[in-house]
């Protein structure tokens, strides 16, 4: 497990939040994730309508980046959009569709595309 001094990086953009997201995802920073992501989308309550996580330089990830999109997932209010951005031969790509998060959150192989959808 390794520790990260900063969960991940938060951009707005127009018409949306990205979040970037570490290298690595565990149990060692899975609920400091959360609490920035959840921090984040409160931050920007009245003028949130897209939320974009970013894994694509994500190079491990356990059950925790499953339950990190599944809780931000849940943590949004239902006007806000959550869309993933996953390589589709990464780990975290392959993380999300083995615990069927894919089915609930829409995953795009690239930010261009997550934005664009």
């Not at 149990?27 to 949130?48: F, I, P, Q, T, V």
């Not at 980046?65 to 790509?93: E, F, I, N």
Request: hydrophobic share 45%; with cysteine.
């Amino acid at each position: 497990m390794t520790p990260f001094p900063t969960p991940c990086r938060v951009r707005d953009l127009p018409g949306c939040t990205l979040l970037t997201l570490p290298t690595e995802i565990d149990l060692g920073n899975g609920a400091a994730l959360y609490a920035a992501s959840a921090a984040a989308a409160d931050a920007r309550a009245g003028e949130l309508r897209l939320l974009v996580l970013d894994f694509s330089g994500t190079e491990f990830m356990d059950s925790q980046g499953a339950r990190l999109v599944a809780d931000v997932r849940h943590h949004l209010p239902p006007h806000v959009q959550l869309r993933v951005v996953a390589t589709p031969d990464g780990v975290p790509s392959r993380v999300l569709e083995v615990t069927g998060v894919r089915r609930d959150v829409p995953v795009y192989a690239g930010l261009a595309e997550a934005l664009a959808a």
